[in-house]
């Protein structure tokens, strides 16, 4: 289910919206009424941008590795291609 909770919950009610976030939820806070920010425990976090970081890592030993380049309409290109191929 989804949490969303006023801002002022992180403040008064931290132990609730860590308990939630601890059992691998978000929580969505609000600011005036307007969606102001995303809480995720340690784990998401590093779940959601572990993969990001070891791709860039392994993209930088590749171009190290590799002496051509390409222009931004060529990355484009190619991965117009590939998603088209793809479907």
Known sequence: MIQIKPVSDLRNKFSEIETIVNNGEPVFL??????????????????????????????????????TRYTRDEVYSMLKDRINAAR
Do not use: F, H, R
């Open 30 to 67: 609000t600011k005036n009424g307007y969606g102001a920010m995303v809480v995720l425990s340690l784990e998401e976090y590093s779940n959601l941008t572990g993969n990001i970081e070891k791709a860039l890592i392994q993209a930088e030993t590749a171009a190290e590795s590799n002496p």
